[in-house]
């Protein structure tokens, strides 16, 4: 897809078809989380992809915004690869897992499919659940699949800002 109807076109999908994503697919938005920018090149995206009935039954155990998707992604940070920096302590980990979340977005988007962002998680409830190890923290799940026939954007999705509203010049 051009790249500008990728982003004229997704909304959060929040109904989907139980038809399950190809594995060629699911690949192709690991790839997109391979190339995202991250500080330092850090990459500190550890990703869990889930879509067995086990794994879709603690997911839905753990979150009501599941909306019966046939794949989640989970999206952890490696703290052991944290770039951290030395003047000020700043630590860009969330940051680098946000932009691999959008990259992921993006490209099951141009794929043809419907995502949804669910940071609507008890990061360790869902670490727990998984047996993930102690260095990983928690930061959300991409829920994804084909969007349902009758699937629309909420009203939500626009009621955007002007730009006036949040650009300045200086
Ligand atoms: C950090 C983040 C967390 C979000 N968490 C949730 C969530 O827990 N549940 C949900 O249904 N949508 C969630 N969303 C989706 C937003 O509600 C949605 O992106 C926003 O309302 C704009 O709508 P649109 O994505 O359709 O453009 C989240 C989005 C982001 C970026």
């Given at each position: 897809m051009e790249f500008q109807k990728v982003l004229d076109t997704r909304y959060s999908v929040r109904s989907y078809k139980q038809t399950p994503v190809e594995e060629e697919k699911i690949q192709a938005i690991l790839n997109a989380a391979k190339i995202a920018p991250t500080a330092k090149n850090s990459q500190p995206q550890k990703i869990f992809v889930v879509k067995s009935e086990e794994g879709m039954q603690k997911v839905k155990e753990l979150t009501t915004?599941?909306?019966?998707?046939p794949l989640v992604f989970i999206i952890c940070g490696d703290s052991d690869r944290a770039c951290i920096l030395?003047?000020?302590?700043?630590?860009f980990m969330e940051i680098d897992c946000a932009i691999v979340q959008t990259y992921m977005m993006l490209k099951a988007s141009d794929l043809g499919l419907g995502t949804c962002w669910v940071g609507r998680i008890m990061p360790d409830d869902v670490k727990s659940a998984f047996s993930l190890p102690e260095n990983l923290v928690v930061y959300g799940f991409l829920v994804c699949g084909y969007p349902a026939d009758d699937c629309e954007p909420a009203p939500?999705?626009?009621?955007r800002l002007d730009l006036k509203d949040f650009v300045k010049e200086l």
């Open positions: 915004c599941h909306f019966d998707a030395k003047s000020n302590g700043k630590n939500r999705h626009f009621d």
